[in-house]
């Protein structure tokens, strides 16, 4: 016996160095799996894509756990025999990236445009490096078995060549279109951000209902009464009786200092309960009124500006910030005598996710993607959908999971998706920032070219100045990584469509429906056929881990402390698709103990058996034959329930099947066999025991791989496979 299993079981130790020799076998590779026959190249294949981690700094809890589950499919199938691929990048994550550049030059008191585009970038690159390094670093600490040779990143050369494709494809399928719309623009960041990067916070407001004029016949109520100084048009219910009299009437006054002409139209979309079921319409700052304004042509009436101050009104009003504006509107409409009431409100604000500032709806000369025309799809692979068929983006978007070509795991987050997608607008794909990829347009007077880049080298060509939105290279993902847009990549023919998606289930507007977008688009197929939403990690206590509350936990900390096993184990037990997880360290402390207990029992096995033990030709004793029986029923039960993707009750089964039935029950027994027992009795135990240890670190092996990959280098023989991570599912 190896005298390492006298001392407990150290992870500190063992845990780069297991690592280290799966990396140089080369066997996270299935290439190289099939050049060494320990898969067969017709086997079936299963593939997965890493969800990237932005290069915005450090891995955290909620990447450990989806790095945890999605090894565990990745080793699983592998252990099946399976063409077994899992592709990692990182994405560039365009604003999120800039804006922490940003941030670090400000402390320096250094502004992107004293640096220029080219040397801000060199900075931004430099950055994003270093953060690749560190969460490349943490992956393979989480013990990640991905295909490293096949790494990819959402700005590098292959995947500018995708995305370049793809525009130049949607922009000929006259599905990208150049329109001054409504953008959410982030008055901080300089730059639109799309609806899903919006976050709606509830704060206490004001509800303020007034007349325009002392002549104007009825009142209206808003929140914002600053921005009534753009109005064009009062809006109606066509059914409120209160109001039919006006419709199509036009009135003019002086408003705070702005001059103001609006119309009465009549609009299915008014609530006629909500204050006092007349809505003013500022169509160029308000989404929904700039709607309202589409269906009655109404004009368009800019009053706040990029900065978000008003440009227009009275003194204290015109040149200052919208919310000293709205004082200054409200004290002079109650100096006019126009203010009729004033109510305490909670009011949803929009901010921008990553600078928090409010977000202004503005009209913007912008790139969009239409959602909703017709264009032919040349080729299907889409229940219910034949090739040449005249669809919209949006009707691929929804068939795919309502014929359950993917399904979405837990069911509860498909009604979701399909709610989002079935009110999903044109889709803003242009940032006014300069780190990601840059529109491919260029522009000569009043020529325009599409192309990575100009027609000629007259010099006179100018590409456009904004940067695409970062999910239009991301939602290029599954199929950009193997090797697409070559029609003739074996990856692409051999791996795609991938088998599963697992990703968080904060994301599925963000990525898993902009996938699905282009996938079904570009491929006329879906990018996965299942979809696996994890929760949140939350404290022990169940909080969101923030700054503010002082209980974000490292998990690099927690693995030099307790080992990768332990914490993966704590990750996943209990721990079901769609469903949070409180990560209790008292928790990782109990799966660090396991794994001594595992330690341990195969301590006692070695010292007990010896390899030829392991004859297959030994004849079983009755009561190791009833024991096989259950261990084959147990086997059974788990392999059904790991394609079921049930991992938090296996890694349940497996803790109470190793610690209590197998170390309790079957080991104390084993004692007694080994004093008094018969001969056949003896072998037939050592056998049995050599043998279930061996299928149970196998069956363990996806949860726990680093331990495992250890015990099984000393229990293992000449007719087995020399690392663990290559064996073989055991059969029942």
């Not at 800019?302 to 509107?329: F, L, P």
């Not at 109510?343 to 912008?366: C, H, M």
Request: charged share 25%.
């Amino acid at each position: 016996m190896n005298e390492k299993f006298l001392s407990p079981y150290n992870a500190q130790k063992t845990e780069d160095a297991i690592y280290k020799k799966w990396e140089e076998s080369g066997f996270f590779n299935p290439d190289e799996m099939i050049n060494a026959q320990l898969t067969q190249p017709d086997a079936e294949s299963f593939s997965i894509v890493l969800p990237p981690p932005n290069v915005t700094g450090t891995l955290h809890t909620g990447h450990a756990s989806m790095l945890a589950i999605e090894d565990i499919m990745v080793r699983y199938n592998r252990l099946l025999g399976k063409k077994t691929l899992w592709i990692p990048g990182t994405d560039h994550a365009a604003i999120a990236t800039q804006s922490k550049v940003e941030k670090l030059l400000q402390k320096e008191k250094i502004r992107k445009h004293d640096l220029g585009r080219e040397e801000f970038l060199k900075k931004v690159n430099e950055f994003a490096q270093n953060s690749h390094d560190t969460i490349i670093a943490q992956c393979k600490k989480m013990g990640a078995s991905l295909d490293w040779s096949r790494e990819a990143y959402t700005l590098d050369e292959q995947r500018e060549e995708a995305v370049y494709t793809a525009f130049k494809k949607m922009y000929d399928d006259n599905l990208i279109y150049r329109k001054e719309r409504i953008v959410n623009w982030d008055t901080k960041g300089q730059t639109t951000i799309s609806d899903d990067e919006v976050v709606r916070v509830d704060r206490p407001g004001k509800m303020y209902t007034f007349k325009y004029s002392h002549d104007f016949p009825f009142p209206i109520a808003t929140t914002r009464p600053e921005t009534k100084l753009g109005d064009t048009a009062v809006a109606v219910h066509p059914d409120d009786k209160r109001y039919q009299q006006y419709i199509g009437n036009e009135y003019s006054f002086n408003f705070a200092g702005a001059d103001v002409t609006v119309k009465i139209v009549a609009d299915e979309h008014v609530d006629p309960e909500f204050g006092v079921g007349a809505l003013g319409v500022t169509p160029a700052h308000s989404i929904a009124d700039w709607e309202i304004a589409e269906r009655h042509n109404l004009p368009l009436k800019q009053i706040i500006n990029e900065y978000g101050k008003m440009t227009i009104g009275m003194e204290g009003v015109k040149d200052t910030k919208v919310a000293q504006a709205r004082e200054s509107v409200v004290a002079w409409l109650e100096s006019e005598g126009l203010l009729i009431e004033t109510e305490d409100i909670i009011q949803s604000v929009g901010t921008a996710e990553r600078t928090g500032a409010v977000i202004e709806p503005l009209p913007k000369l912008q790139w969009w993607i239409d959602v909703n025309k017709k264009f032919t799809l040349p080729y299907s692979n889409i229940d219910g959908i034949t090739s040449g068929s005249q669809v919209t983006l949006k009707e691929l978007m929804l068939q795919v999971v309502e014929n359950e070509q993917i399904k979405i795991m837990p069911a509860q987050f498909e009604k979701q998706y399909l709610h989002w997608i079935n009110n999903l607008r044109d889709w803003n794909i242009s940032r006014q920032i300069w780190f990601g990829h840059r529109i491919p347009v260029w522009y000569k007077g009043e020529e325009i070219h599409v192309g990575a880049h100009a027609p000629d080298d007259s010099g006179e060509w100018v590409q456009d100045e904004d940067t695409l939105d970062t999910w239009f290279s991301s939602g290029l993902w599954t199929f950009s990584t193997l090797g697409w847009p070559n029609l003739d990549s074996k990856d692409l023919h051999t791996y795609h469509p991938t088998q599963v998606l697992e990703t968080g289930y904060d994301i599925l507007p963000f990525w898993v429906a902009r996938m699905i977008l282009m996938t079904t688009y570009l491929l006329g197929d879906i990018p996965f056929e299942t979809v696996y939403l994890h929760g949140l990690v939350r404290d022990a206590q169940g909080r969101k881990m923030s700054k503010s509350l002082g209980n974000i936990i490292n998990p690099v900390d927690l693995i030099e402390k307790y080992g990768t096993d332990a914490l993966r184990m704590a990750m996943i037990v209990g721990n079901g698709p769609g469903n949070d997880v409180n990560l209790d360290e008292n928790k990782i402390k109990a799966y660090s103990k396991f794994g001594n207990k595992l330690w341990n029992i195969t301590r006692f096995i070695l010292t007990e058996t010896h390899v030829s033990d392991d004859n297959d030709l030994i004849e079983f004793s009755p009561r190791d034959k009833e024991l096989l029986n259950e261990q084959q029923t147990l086997i059974s039960e788990i392999t059904k329930e790991m394609d079921e993707f049930k991992y938090y009750i296996v890694g349940e089964k497996l803790y109470h099947y190793i610690w209590h039935t197998f170390a309790d029950e079957i080991l104390e027994e084993s004692k007694n066999i080994f004093e008094n027992g018969n001969e056949i009795e003896v072998m037939s135990r050592k056998h049995f025991l050599r043998q279930t240890l061996k299928t149970m670190l196998i069956i363990l092996h996806p949860f726990m791989p680093f331990i495992t990959e250890e015990i099984w280098q000393d229990i293992k023989n000449d007719t087995d496979r020399d690392i663990l991570m290559t064996a073989l599912w055991p059969k029942y």
